[in-house]
Structures are given as structure tokens and as C-alpha cells.
């Protein structure tokens, strides 16, 4: 079983960045495709962004192109979301998936809150 922990949220004001982590154990992290998730507070989980195991094929929603990058250190088991231009829109709990490759996004972590204030 793999968990995942995410961490680095926080208040940020608009304009702002933030840098978010998510750090797996109990498998082996660099079979694992791996995403970032968004939920805002009556909406439903939106896809962010997502990598392949080597970090060298990634894909983002379009909301988030040119302002949010992700990354991946295999060894260190942990995936990065590097979140510029932060937007008040941009206020959700952050949650990292991870997938074998082709699979459903079958582990998640508990989220972290992101608060972008205007």
C-alpha cells in the first residue's frame, strides 16, 4: 500500500507562490504515475496536473498552464507543485494521487489547504 502526505500549503496573497510536497512510502515511487488534485469548498475534485514516473512527460489543466509546474524527486519518493501567480480562485485543499501507470488514480493523500486571500 502506498501513503501519501502532502505538505506545504498555507496563506499566500494573490500574486503570491507557494510550493507544495507530497512524499510516498510503502511502494515503490518511481513505477508510480503521479498527480495533483484540487477541491474547493462545494465543488467537485478537479484534475490539476500529472507526471509519468520519470517527470518527463507532464500534463496541466488548462487553469493552470504557465503558472503551476510539477515536479518529481524519485529519490525521495516526493512530487512537488510549484504554484505561481497564485489566484483567490486558486483557494482549494490540495491532494496528490498516485496511479500505476494507465490505471485509476488508486491512492490519495489527505490534502493540504491552500488560501489565496485578494
Known amino acids: 500500500q502506498v501513503q501519501l502526505v502532502e505538505s506545504g500549503g498555507g496563506l499566500v496573497q494573490a500574486g503570491g507562490s507557494l510550493r507544495l510536497s507530497c512524499t510516498a512510502s510503502?511502494?515503490?515511487?518511481?513505477?508510480?504515475?503521479m498527480g495533483w488534485f484540487r477541491q474547493a469548498p462545494g465543488k467537485e475534485r478537479e484534475f490539476v496536473a500529472r507526471?509519468?514516473?520519470?517527470?518527463?512527460?507532464?500534463y496541466y489543466a488548462d487553469f493552470v498552464k504557465g503558472r503551476f509546474t510539477l515536479s518529481r524527486d524519485n529519490a525521495r519518493n516526493t512530487v512537488y507543485l510549484q504554484m505561481n501567480s497564485l489566484k483567490p480562485e486558486d483557494t482549494a485543499v490540495y491532494l496528490c494521487?498516485?496511479?500505476?501507470?494507465?490505471?485509476?488514480?488508486?491512492?490519495w493523500g489527505q490534502g493540504t489547504q491552500v488560501t489565496v486571500s485578494s
Open positions: 510503502g511502494g515503490t515511487f518511481s513505477v508510480y504515475d
Open positions: 507526471s509519468n514516473w520519470s517527470g518527463g512527460t507532464t
Open positions: 494521487a498516485a496511479a500505476r501507470p494507465g490505471l485509476q488514480w488508486n491512492y
